[in-house]
C-alpha cells in the first residue's frame, strides 16, 4: 500500500486534541473521516505527536497508507476539499517508503507558545495567544530558561498523567522574543527537542510568566528542576497559545527539513 506524508495545520479549539476519541471531535478524527471520503474504506494515521485539547499546529506531520497510488498534489486537494469547513488544512504531501514513520522516523519537533501582554481584551486573535495584563522582563524569563536547556530530569514540568517512559529528556533550545502586537507585546516562546513530555512546555511558559512577572527569581526555576516536584513549578499555563511549529526528519519529505 503506497504511504503518504501529510503536513498539517489547524486551529485547536474546536477540538479535544490530535488523537481520536469515541464520540468527541478530534484533529485525527476529522482528517480519517475525510481520508475514508477519498477513497472508501477505514483510514488510520499516525501523527508525529498528540497534541493537546485546544493547542494548534502549523506543521503537525502524519503519515497514512492508501489502497492504490494518488499524485500527492491531488490528494492534498481531496483530502482539504472533504476536511471543509473544518479548521484542519493539509498543506503538503508527499509519498514515502513504506517503512517510514511520522512518529518514529521524527528527530527533532519545534514548539511555538505565543503569550501576550496587554491590559484590553483580545479580540481579533482570541483564543490563539495567552494574554497576561501585567508587563513582563523578557531578560529575567531568558535568565530562568537557561536553567532548563540541556539533558535534565523535567519531573516538575512533567503532568501528573504523562505516559512518557523516562522523565529525563533533552531540551535543545529555548529562545524568547519579543515582537510588536497592538496595544501591547508578544513573547514568542521558541522550543527544539527530539521529543517533550506532556505539558512540559505549558509548565515551562506558565513558570517563566511567573519569573517575568516578578513572582518567581530566574534562580527559582533552577530550584524548581532540581526539586523533581510537581508543585515546584508555576500554574500550567492555557492550551491556546501552543503551537506545534515543525517536526525534523533526517530524509525530510517535503524537502523543507520542516
Not at 484590553?120 to 531568558?142: C, F, S, Y
Amino acid at each position: 500500500m503506497p504511504r503518504y506524508a501529510l503536513k498539517i495545520e489547524y486551529n485547536g479549539a474546536p477540538y479535544r486534541g490530535w488523537q481520536r476519541q469515541v464520540d468527541l471531535p478530534t484533529v485525527q478524527g476529522a482528517i480519517e473521516a475525510a481520508l475514508d471520503r477519498v477513497e472508501k474504506g477505514s483510514h488510520e494515521i499516525a501523527a508525529a505527536g498528540r497534541t493537546d485539547t485546544g493547542v494548534h499546529a502549523t506543521a503537525q506531520v502524519a503519515h497514512c497508507d492508501m489502497a492504490k497510488a494518488w499524485d500527492p498534489f491531488r490528494l492534498m486537494e481531496a483530502v482539504n476539499y472533504h476536511l471543509k469547513p473544518a479548521p484542519v488544512a493539509v498543506v503538503a504531501c508527499a509519498q514515502v517508503d513504506g517503512d517510514w514513520h511520522a512518529r518514529f522516523s521524527a528527530r527533532e519537533r519545534r514548539y511555538l507558545f505565543r503569550l501576550v501582554s496587554r491590559r484590553a481584551p483580545i479580540t481579533h486573535e482570541a483564543g490563539l495567544v495567552w494574554q497576561v495584563k501585567q508587563p513582563l522582563d523578557i531578560d529575567a524569563m531568558r535568565a530562568g530558561a537557561a536553567h532548563l536547556i540541556g539533558h535534565h530530569d523535567f519531573t516538575t514540568f512533567r503532568s501528573t498523567i504523562c505516559q512518557a517512559k523516562s522523565p529525563v529528556k533533552t531540551l535543545d533550545a529555548l529562545e524568547i522574543i519579543a515582537v510588536p502586537f497592538a496595544h501591547g507585546v508578544e513573547y514568542q516562546f521558541h522550543l527544539r527537542a527530539r521529543s517533550f513530555l506532556h505539558n512540559q512546555v505549558r509548565s515551562f511558559v506558565g513558570t517563566l510568566e511567573r519569573v517575568g512577572a516578578g513572582q518567581m527569581t530566574a534562580d527559582d526555576v533552577r530550584i524548581a528542576l532540581e526539586a523533581r516536584d510537581r508543585q515546584a513549578c508555576g500554574p500550567v499555563c492555557a492550551p491556546h497559545g501552543l503551537y506545534l511549529a515543525g517536526v525534523s526528519y533526517d530524509d525530510d519529505p517535503f524537502g523543507d527539513n520542516a
